[in-house]
């Protein structure tokens, strides 16, 4: 076997290894899901379902669906909540800090921004 194909067939081999067993940290961006920049929210777990895809400023807003997935790909700290009435009264459910997701927060229906 040639030089070229023994190092090609050794390259392909360590990719399908490595392919097989890398898993991506939580705290690692997720651009093809969210785009940076901004937050999406999932209708399902596991970033699944209908996504929305929002821009963000600091503030507390309620939303009007719930969310089941979400990833933070801003600059602030976000936080989720399943709010009773308006927004941050009820139950907190996570905390995002930039570049984070949550695959299955709970029932997200408010979120809260924080600048750094």
């Known amino acids: 076997m040639s030089m070229l194909r023994t190092g090609l067939a050794v390259t392909a081999v360590t990719g399908v290894l490595l392919g ?6 939580a705290a690692a961006a997720d651009p093809n899901t969210c785009p940076r920049g901004k937050a999406c929210g999932w209708s399902g777990k596991n970033r699944t379902g209908e996504r929305r895809v929002n821009t963000l400023t ?30 941050q009264q009820g139950t907190k459910l996570a905390t995002l800090n930039p570049g984070t997701y949550a695959d299955n927060p709970g029932a997200v229906n408010s979120i809260a921004v924080y600048a750094r």
């Open 58 to 87: 600091p503030g507390c807003y309620a939303l009007n669906r719930i969310n089941r997935s979400v990833s933070n790909q801003t600059n602030y700290r976000v936080e989720l909540w399943n709010a009773t009435t308006g927004c």
């Open 20 to 25: 097989g067993t890398f898993v991506p940290s």
